[in-house]
């Protein structure tokens, strides 16, 4: 066999196999790619909004300060960690709001960049992977303005906040596990974009962003720590608040439920990428 | 320089792609599907066919069927067929976008792919910005970008602007600082399609010289166009695909003959239909329908006699509105070498604003052709110069050797050339005519 001149890359293009394993080295590969992509994401952001930077602060106060005056007025019943509500409130939707941007735009990030994937060759993955970083930069404004304002209500954070970017990396990877299914299907199925804005809604509820884990009978805990968001929230908290308690045990189960989901999401993504450029 | 025959670049083997059509049409809403299932619960009940709902849903076609060939390096290969041919999923499989379903193609050394000029452009984003990106979408590193920015700029002729957002460009700096980024790629096999399609006559010309430098530097260019005659002048071979096969794999002119037969134009019954799928390109605003070559009297021809106007009848429909078009109708040589071109603007005539609907335009040009085979071009720009439909080798005429009053010919009928411009003859001392001079004293030599 004949050996090119420029280049010794030789590529086979075949039918897909029945199972598709993630080409990581890819992906390492298309490093730049994520990079510029990202970078659209924020400069586009920051760029098209009038307020820019001061939209992705306003966003959490404007929340929190709702839920303050609905929840912390008239329900004096919610225990709030030793702090004054509207700071134990603010920390969980600076969290939330990372997790919910995050996930809608993963999930729609195959549809939203269905050009490129018709019309260009690159790791799919590269797409979801990529809607996690704006989302993360606006995290990261929120999180200094955050520490700000409960510096103002008295709250000093613990020395264990150095954990914050533990929490980060759990609550992207468990965003990007549920995230990546969602992308696979909506390139099939447009529902999904449908679902997204109900079920962030309903996870509000069912995620202890208003309200701590301690609220939930104990008996039903363990159910209630299926919800993957669980442990983040609850982490989250703990490392952000002097007197939140430690995560327990139970936030295994809810940890567990996050390794889940990413291992079947990525492959089911990986299985699924072939025939995006045929269906999208 | 050349085909180098025993260093593959691309080899095919019994490539096949299944598309099933089902997913692809509609709009993919798993609630239409249910509302479906929902709506006819009884069609199901009372045995109707399961064809009615499951298979038809999914009915296989195939896009591509057993392809097999070797395209050495250094070859520019033109595909031409159809639209729906199979051309673009030849593309896709061959630069690993989409995965075939039977066979494989394996490709040696590194490819990029051109579907479409400025894939990821992003319109709020600078022209700096957009290189960057649009750059590291097409597969360039990082450090390739930016040394090769100056001359990206350079060539796409916008310095002015590069830092301005792209919805602030036109639509001719957007396509051409595209394709600058495109153009400093420096892949081993370029594929590209169409791209010809977009933008005014100076980018076509400058995309074709980029191609035919790409495939002078001995890289491998794959290249589908419905611009024949760019096809016949760039490419080393063509494929002829139709209908999800190859049909003809050789010499461009040879496939291209072939495909012209295959598509029923250059007709020489002096009316020709355009079909909708026909090789065209353009912005498709417009589509040219019928082109019919008109006699004296008005009757379709396929002659035309000495020092006779042409006369030709367009018909054409307007699916968009457009504010300004021009048209234009070229003749060619049988080789496709045009010999004349002209246009509704010629003499500083207005553009013409064109409402939807079916309509027919008739053009007469004073011109006298030397005799012999002639085929005719016919399409529509813009005012600004961008393609809006074009057709090429509709019909064919034949000029004829005699006037049609019998009174003029040529004594020889191989005379050289294509037209035969008005001209006068006479003595410049006398300023009389031809038939004048032999009254005339004939001019001495002059004394020393």
Known sequence: MSQPIHSELIEVNEPAGRWAWLSLREIWQHRELVYYLARRDVAVRYKQTAVGVLWVVLQPLLLAGVFSVFLGLLTRSIPHEGVPYPAFVLTGMTMWLFLAQALSKISMSTVDNSALIAKIRFPRLVLPLTSVLQPAVDFIVAFLVLIAILVAYGVVPPIRIVLAPAILLLGAATVLGLGVWFAAIAVRYRDVKQIIPFLIQAMVFVTPIIYPLSVVPSHYRILYALNPFVAVLEGFRWVMLPHAPSPGLLLLVSVTMSAILIVTGLLYFARAESRFADII | ?448
């Open chain 2, 1 to 448: 320089m050349g085909a180098d025959s025993t260093h593959p670049a691309i080899v095919a083997e019994g490539l096949g792609k299944r598309y099933d059509l089902g997913y692809t049409g509609g709009s993919g809403l798993l609630s239409e599907r249910l509302e479906g299932v929902l709506r006819h619960p009884l069609r199901r009940l009372r045995g109707a066919p399961p064809a009615a709902s499951r298979r038809d849903a999914a009915e296989p076609f195939w896009a591509l069927k057993d392809a097999s060939f070797e395209i050495g390096r250094g070859e520019a290969v033109g595909l031409v067929g159809r639209n729906g041919a199979g051309k673009t999923t030849l593309l896709k499989l061959i630069s690993h976008i989409a995965r075939p379903t039977l066979g494989r193609v394996t490709t040696y050394g590194r490819s990029a792919t051109l579907l479409e000029v400025g894939t990821g452009f992003h319109p709020e984003l600078s022209g700096r910005e957009n290189v960057f990106l649009n750059g590291s979408i097409l597969g360039m590193r990082r450090r390739e970008i930016a040394a090769k920015f100056d001359e990206i700029v350079d060539f796409a002729g916008v310095e002015a602007f590069m830092d301005t957002p792209v919805k602030r460009y036109s639509s001719g700096m957007y396509v051409r600082l595209a394709f600058a980024v495109a153009a400093h790629l420096e892949p081993d096999i370029l594929l590209i399609d169409e791209v010809l399609a977009v933008g005014d006559a100076e980018f076509q010309r400058k995309c074709l010289g980029t191609m035919r430098d790409v495939a002078g530097q001995g890289r491998t260019v794959i290249f589908v166009s419905h611009n024949l005659n760019a096809v016949q002048r760039l490419c080393t071979r063509a494929l002829l695909i139709e209908g999800g096969s190859i049909l003809r794999d050789g010499r461009p002119s040879e496939v291209v003959a072939e495909y012209l037969d295959l598509v029923g134009l250059e007709q020489a019954s002096g009316s020709a239909e355009i079909h909708a799928d026909a090789p065209r390109f353009g912005t498709g605003e417009v589509q040219m329908r019928a082109l019919r070559m008109l006699d004296r009297s008005g009757g379709t021809t396929t002659t035309t006699y000495l020092a006779e106007p042409l006369t030709f009848d367009v018909t054409f429909e307007v699916l968009d509105p457009v504010d300004a078009a021009v048209f234009e109708l070229g003749i060619c040589a049988a080789d496709g070498e045009r010999i004349c071109t002209v246009q509704s603007i010629d003499g500083s005539r207005e553009p013409t604003p064109l409402r939807p609907g079916v309509h027919t335009v008739r053009v007469t040009i004073d011109v006298t052709l030397l005799p012999r085979e002639y085929v005719v071009d016919v399409g529509m720009h813009t005012i600004s110069g961008a393609t809006i439909d074009w057709v090429e080798r509709v019909l064919r005429f034949t000029a004829l050797n005699e006037s049609a009053a019998g009174d003029d010919h040529y004594r020889w009928p191989g005379v050289r050339g294509y037209v035969r411009p008005v001209s006068s003859w006479g003595s410049p001392a006398t300023g009389g005519t031809i038939a004048d001079w032999e009254a005339q004293p004939p001019v001495r030599r002059a004394a020393v």
